[in-house]
């Protein structure tokens, strides 16, 4: 039977740590449920220009998460718009809750969502702002978005969860089998994505994919993790990105 292996890191960008910054990308990943290999990943971008993106990134990854494992437990099936509407309106609560508590608004809390469900056969994704999801087509072996990232209404800006003019969501399900799964923040798009092509850069994700799907351990490969880790704060990365940078990566072998 075939199995999801996933290595993750998150690293914190050169300019937050310049500044004296904390990193303020967060990540939550939640394995099989039910009799069927569900594997769940989301990754949120905090606003670097908020007081406590990092603080809204925590809270969105977390309910987003814990909700579709709760949805999966129940039901045994994909999520569908309805479902991510309730989880994301959820999170922006537990934001403004967070926020109130401080004496702040929630706009200091402003985060991206990218969310992924995934069984191999089909994939549902839901997305807020920057950030991407990509995949291998497991029939074809070609690298396929599965979400894009979106900019705001100015250029290098981009959708929040906390958007005062309401919940930007976009949500998709895409019923082909994939083999290959990546999921990241915009501190990793120039490096992962073709921008002029609209596709992912297979270059790129095929090399960073051929250990995990070779080991095939089966759930959270530490060894991968800590390299991936390693990789995301080294030189080759820096020098293309001053960002934070969180990247997934899921085989099913």
């Known amino acids: 039977m075939s199995k999801w292996s996933w290595a993750a890191a998150s690293r914190r960008g050169t300019s937050h740590e310049r500044s004296g910054e904390p990193r303020q990308d967060a990540y939550r990943i939640a394995g099989p449920a039910c009799d069927r290999d569900f594997l769940t990943i989301v990754t949120c971008d905090g606003a670097g220009s908020t007081s406590h993106g990092g603080a809204g990134a925590a809270i969105a990854a977390w309910t987003l998460a ?69 995949a291998r087509n497991a029939s074809s072996n070609e690298w396929i978005a599965l979400s894009w990232p979106e900019q705001g209404e100015f250029a290098s800006t981009t959708r929040f969860l906390t958007d005062e003019a309401g919940l930007a969501l976009r949500t998709a399900r895409h019923d082909h089998p994939i083999d290959r799964l990546a999921v990241m923040t915009d501190g990793l798009e120039r490096l992962a994505l073709d921008f002029r092509a609209g596709a992912p850069y297979s270059a790129f994700l095929e090399p960073m994919l051929a250990p995990l799907a070779a080991r095939g351990v089966g759930g959270d490969d530490r060894y991968l993790s800590k390299a991936l880790g390693s990789y995301l704060a080294g030189e080759r990365v820096n020098e293309r990105t001053d960002d934070d940078k969180t990247l997934v990566l899921a085989a099913r072998t």
């Open 66 to 134: 814990s909700c579709a494992r709760s949805w999966l437990a129940a039901f045994a099936r994909l999520p569908g718009d309805e479902a991510a509407a309730c989880w994301t309106l959820l999170a922006r609560e537990r934001i403004a809750l967070a926020a109130a508590r401080r004496g702040l608004e929630p706009r200091d809390f402003a985060t991206t969502v990218v969310l992924a469900v995934s069984d191999g056969a089909s994939t549902f994704t839901a997305h807020v702002g920057d950030g991407a999801v990509v």
